[in-house]
């Protein structure tokens, strides 16, 4: 977990309190292009991209509240560590897997109309407990973006092994913390969708 700010933990008692500070979007940039990057087409980009960084950082961030305009449109989203809030009852913890103890981790995501673009804003990049240490694990932290998947799917055509695969994955995008079952899985689904296509009416 080398994304955690690692000067409390020089202060030994608190260990358990640490900061994601990787979420800040609005740092000096060496050039327009990588300004660019920070700047989100759309709320699943955005999302997506959140989603993989906190996962690749031990955390799991939720939707706290989103506001909607007449039309129904999502134009700010909330959103906190899934251990913010209030511990309520026994039912919510077991459905989640994890306790709420108010975490005061909070993002805020916009959208500009003026730019037709999604901007993410830090409004606390602080969390009072440890990071997650096996995110692998976590089902959402192996998920394929559809430009991922046809990566796989290409190199699998090229008969590149899936160990190879995963590296190159690793490689295009250092918060992707796939495994080789992720891939293997991939390789299934792709022979599946080429032997429905394969198939004689
Ligand atoms: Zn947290």
């Known amino acids: 977990m080398s994304g955690f700010n690692e000067e409390y933990n020089t202060m030994g008692e608190c260990d358990f309190f640490m900061r994601t500070s990787e979420f800040v979007t609005n740092r000096v940039f060496g050039s327009r292009e990588e300004l660019m990057d920070w700047v989100f087409g759309s709320r699943e980009e955005l999302m997506d991209w959140v989603h993989k960084l906190a996962y690749s950082l ?18 700010k989203v909330v959103l906190k560590c899934d251990r913010g809030g209030v511990y309520k009852n026994a039912d919510s913890s077991k459905a989640s897997g994890t306790k709420k103890i108010n975490c005061p981790f909070e993002l805020e995501a916009r959208y500009s109309s003026e730019d037709d673009a999604w901007t993410l804003k830090v ?26 998947f046809s990566l796989v799917a290409e190199l699998t055509k090229m008969n590149v092994p899936p160990r190879d695969i995963l590296a190159i994955l690793k490689k295009k995008n250092i918060s992707n913390v796939s495994s080789l079952r992720t891939i293997y899985n991939a390789r ?6 080429e032997q429905v296509g394969k198939s004689p009416m």
């Not at 799991?60 to 509240?65: A, Y």
């Not at 407990?129 to 430009?147: K, T, V």
């Open 188 to 193: 299934s689904k792709i022979r599946m969708a």
């Open 58 to 75: 031990g955390i799991v961030i939720v939707t706290k509240r989103s506001n909607k305009r007449a039309d129904g449109f999502k134009h």
């Open 123 to 148: 409004i606390s990049d602080q969390h009072n407990h440890q990071p997650i240490q096996y995110m692998e694990g976590h089902p959402y932290a192996q998920r394929l973006s559809d430009e991922e």
